[in-house]
């Protein structure tokens, strides 16, 4: 029981850890398996699972296994290389990158990306998208920036896209 403890300690993923603390507050703390759940969160059957893993395997049991999934189609060092790049070198009328055009250009190569998964890898990357405020067309302008001037600031807006 000592080896619960001792990696308990030395465990550095926090899955891993909630695990062995379970194991350890049934088999050596003494809880019920419920009390256990109640405590940490899971359901019943969970700490169950834990504690039978554990005997049969010792804490290297607990650890996850190696999950088997679909291999990625692209890479985003792509996506990287398309964003080092101005849109106006690559032809788009634009000063930074929208993520139509964006998407456009990734197409234009071979690379088909759902949207939200683009925004995710682009997230990734370390960009954003940053887009300017739009303007109303009966505004009074002056006013605005008289408005802009007083409280600091030149009044205006960052287009680029970052």
């Known amino acids: 029981m000592e080896e619960l403890e001792k990696t308990y300690r030395e465990e550095k993923n926090a899955r891993i850890r909630q695990r062995i603390l379970g194991v350890k507050m049934y088999l050596v703390d003494g809880f019920r398996e419920y009390r256990v759940?109640?405590?940490?969160?899971?359901?019943?059957?969970?700490?169950?699972?834990?504690?039978?893993?554990?005997?049969?395997?010792?804490?290297g049991a607990l650890r996850d296994r190696p999950r088997s999934g679909r291999p990625r189609k692209y890479s985003s060092e792509e996506v990287k290389k398309v964003l080092e790049t101005s849109p106006r070198e690559l032809g788009y009328n634009l000063e930074g990158w929208t993520m139509r055009?964006?998407?456009?250009?990734?197409?234009?190569?071979?690379?088909?990306?759902?949207?939200y998964h683009l925004y995710r890898v682009v997230h990734q990357l370390g960009y954003g998208f940053v887009t300017p405020r739009p303007v109303n067309a009966r505004a009074e302008v002056e006013?605005?920036?008289?408005?802009?001037?007083?409280e600091?600031?030149?009044?205006?807006?960052?287009s680029v896209l970052r």
């Open 37 to 59: 759940a109640e405590v940490l969160g899971v359901s019943y059957s969970t700490v169950k699972k834990w504690v039978a893993k554990y005997k049969r395997g010792g804490v």
């Open 101 to 115: 055009a964006l998407n456009a250009e990734l197409r234009k190569r071979g690379i088909v990306y759902n949207r």
């Open 143 to 150: 006013k605005h920036r008289d408005f802009k001037k007083s």
């Open 152 to 158: 600091g600031t030149d009044g205006t807006q960052d």
